[in-house]
């Protein structure tokens, strides 16, 4: 089919809700894809943070392929080796003790917001079960979870929303101080929003909640399904902070493009949701699992340090081209934000990029890169040389 053929199809019968580029995609390698007609486009969106191994990647595909094969599903009533391989992996590289595995990011927050509550209703009762968000966060959007999200936009159309949930600044302690109380069971936060604008959370606030939530009994929930699988250049964003979150969620880059997202719990945690307590038909699926495998086993250190250098490399790259309608960059690893001049549309900056060539997402009123984690070299250049002509 042609892109216009495609473009066309979906519109007639896919419901829209998407605001999308008139762009069609068809194949890839590395960190660069191309539309039926061949032409190419380097990527820095990898989907939206999810493709880490980027495109045509031999070891994933074959991974797949194989437990495809071998047995594509069965239900979480027997065992299987992937899902089973995945969890003792994640934890014995995060100290976190135990893990349940859902399909989306959305979903996996709900699990997390799920065993807060519980946590506190087994050891104090009802009514202890407020959960503080911070302002301008993402956390996805079920019912509850746009009502986690820390931004009023979200809270429309869908009355009634989930109850208990209050906001607090980011960074600021104070404001999480006087937003608390005592039907308070947990604090949530991603520790770089991501959909809000790549903003990091600074390392003295993140010490000083985390003791915080120790001192109160308030589960300390990270989102990281952003920020996790080695986006940040560790695997986990919160190692790089020195934290062992109560819970942590993933989602986005774990099957390096399958669907699956999951939950960690610390030792703290790992009794609180029992048999019948929580559950989801595909969780755990096999060979999202065994994708999952591979993209562990691509992570290790060395490919970490490399996420790093990539993005100190990008971010210098873009600094010194000096375009008049970007300003200073920021982030952490391969999830790099960029400020936008005022009187600039980020909207249409990354439309002129994408008709360009280059894939580009915004966020906040910015824009945001996350590319591929195996982006080579040469394709940042690509990449770098696309913004220079476009932009100047
Ligand atoms: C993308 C995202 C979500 C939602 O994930 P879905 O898979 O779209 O449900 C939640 N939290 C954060 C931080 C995200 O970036």
Redesign the pocket.
Known sequence: MTSQAIQQLTQDFVMETYGRFPVALDHGQGATLYDPEGRAYIDFTSG??VNALGYGCQPWADAIAAQAKKLGHTSNLFYTEPPAKLAECLCRRTGESCVFFA???????EGMIKLARKYSFDKYGQGRSTIITLKN??????IT?LKATGQDVFHNFFFPFTEGFRYADAGNLDSLLETAGEDVCAVMV?LV???GGVLPLEQSYVTALADLCAQRDWLLLV?????GVGRTGTLFAFQQYGILPDVV?F??GIAGGL?M?GIMANEKCRKVLGPGMHATTFGGNPVCAAAGLVVQEMLNDRFLKEVQEKGDYLRKGIEALHLPCLGKTRGLGLMIGIAVQDGWSNQDLAKRLIENGLLVLTAGPGLRLLPPLVISQDEMDQGLEIMKKTLS
């Open positions: 939206i943070g399909n989306g990011g959305g979903e996996a927050n966060s993402f956390h996805g959007r079920t979870t991603e929003q991501g959909e989102d990281e399904v952003q920020t969620s989602a986005k669907p997202s």
